[in-house]
């Protein structure tokens, strides 16, 4: 077991230093839920940039000959701006529900150590890398399936930071600054140095925490095993909001969620709103085996997307074994303790919503304004499509509108 020294570590962050080995990880899995309980395709699109020295799948040294040519799409290609920095030749004609954002990996040893470190995502790809991935699968190939997605890396971990010169620079505001503000051991891979392993997905499967809406009400699920702490939010994007703990949901439980219950989700101001969502959501992060400034860095990481983005959301922390199921790691050695704290993240379209939204794209057409639907406006369209089309009012004028306000898409 580890022994806790409670000693003073590297960059000034509240990690205690260890004897031993551990490793912790967190990341989050995004998905767009329609009020028929439907997990949108779409969502590839993301709205903060990442550091140019961050490997993507299918990316191609310099002056390389162009790709073959992709297959023929099985359904309308998706549109490509707005997407991950993965061309285009890769998401046509894929089933794209989850986005798994930004899961960090950090190392802690008292010792210099070699540690071989894997991850598979059989429903799905890693997108993009940081150190670079030893070796990366499937292969890069348009029209490849985004599935059996796997990783693996053989870093050295480094004692002491007479490395962190290394590191590449990133502008303070970048959002991957924020998970270097940890106190883990500096770690080097391919002549790479960083703080954490980083990757990225996107991958095709269910959450296990279920959501229907009917009218402004909703209903959740529990399909898989207890979930420790689910949240739901709402926020207007200027800073207001209020978040509302639900508590743990054991297996197989039903919570129903009273309309007047949502509509009353007050917007706090800003200044009342995010410290006490912060409190919350960190509280559960450290419950679920984070240490204290790792917890402050995912909650800076996300700020933005959890707490900022407009919308009604809802978030849980995942069940170590539901993390397990969908991304398997494995590690050599193996450590004292491997802590994966992991947020399903689903953003919610009410019944009332997606009513609305359907009336003004019949009224307004191509006039309708997408860019108000931020960066799930595609996952959001294929939503409204479908509902047009189950209520009998998909007519061609209408399927016309939406493949124009796709393209619109930035």
Same mark, same amino acid.
């Given at each position: ?13 509240s ?14 899995f ?5 009020a028929?309980?439907?997990?949108q395709?779409?969502m590839?699109?993301?709205d903060?940039?990442?550091? #140019?020295f @961050?490997?993507n799948?299918?990316?191609r040294?310099?002056n ?9 799409p ?8 707005? +997407?991950?920095?993965l ?5 046509i004609?894929q089933t794209?529900?989850?986005?798994m ?5 950090? $190392?802690?040893?008292?010792?210099p ?6 991850v ?7 997108s #993009?890398?940081?150190?670079?991935a ?5 292969h +890069? ?5 985004f599935?059996?997605?796997? +990783?693996?890396?053989?870093?050295q971990?480094l004692?002491g930071e007479?490395q962190a ?6 502008n303070?505001?970048?959002?991957? =600054? ?6 883990s051991?500096?770690i080097?891979a ?5 703080r $954490?392993i ?6 095709? $499967? ?14 959740f @699920?529990n399909?898989?095993?207890?979930i420790?702490a689910?949240f ?13 703990s ?10 129903n969620?009273?309309?007047?219950t949502?509509s ?12 006490? +969502?912060? =409190?919350?959501l ?7 085996g984070?240490?204290?400034?790792e ?8 700020e933005?997307g ?13 069940n170590?074994?539901? @993390?397990?199921?969908i991304l398997?790691?494995?590690?050599s050695p ?5 802590s994966r704290?992991f947020i399903?993240?689903l953003e919610?379209?009410?019944?009332s ?7 003004q ?9 997408v860019g108000t ?11 409204i499509?479908e509902?047009?089309?189950?209520q ?9 509108t ?5 393209q619109k898409?930035q």
């Open positions: 077991m580890r022994i806790p020294l409670f000693l003073a570590v590297a960059v000034g962050a990690s205690p230093a260890y004897a031993g080995f551990s490793v912790h990880e967190w990341g989050t995004t998905s767009l839920v329609g028929d309980g439907s997990i395709q779409g590839f699109g993301e903060e940039q990442l550091p #140019q @961050v490997h799948f299918g990316e040294p310099p390389s000959a162009p790709p073959p040519p992709s297959r023929s099985s359904s309308p290609a998706p549109a490509c701006p707005g +997407a991950p920095k061309p285009c030749e890769f998401l004609g794209i529900t989850q986005k954002e930004t899961p960090v990996v950090y $190392f802690y040893s008292d010792e150590l070699v540690v071989n470190f894997s598979s995502f059989p429903k799905g790809i890693i #993009q890398s940081f150190p670079k030893t070796r990366w699968l499937p +890069a190939e348009p029209g490849v399936a599935e059996n997605g796997y +990783a693996s890396y053989a870093i971990i004692k007479s010169g290394a590191i590449p620079p990133v303070k505001d970048n959002i991957y =600054s924020h998970a270097r503000n940890v106190a051991n500096l080097r391919g002549g790479e140095t960083e $954490f980083f990757y990225r997905g996107l991958g095709n $499967f269910n959450s296990e925490l279920h959501s229907t809406s009917t009218g402004n009400s909703l209903k @699920v399909n898989g095993d207890t420790p689910v739901l939010l709402s926020t207007d994007g200027n800073g207001r909001g209020n978040i509302l639900l508590g743990q949901m054991s297996s197989a439980e039903v919570r969620i009273p309309a007047d949502v009353n989700l007050q917007l706090s101001p800003v200044d009342d709103f995010l410290p006490a +969502a912060r =409190s919350l960190h509280g559960a992060l450290m419950n679920a984070l240490f204290s400034d917890a402050t860095a995912m909650l800076d990481t996300w933005h959890y707490l900022k983005t407009p919308g009604l959301r809802v978030l849980y922390v995942l170590p074994r539901e @993390v397990e199921r398997p790691a494995n590690i193996v450590p004292d303790t491997f704290a399903g993240r919610i379209l009410l019944d919503q997606e009513a609305l939204l359907l009336q794209i019949e009224e307004q057409q191509e006039d309708f304004s639907l931020g960066r799930m406006a595609y996952p959001t369209l294929m939503r499509r509902r047009a089309r189950s009998g009012r998909l007519t061609a004028t209408l399927d016309k939406i493949d124009a306000l796709i898409i």
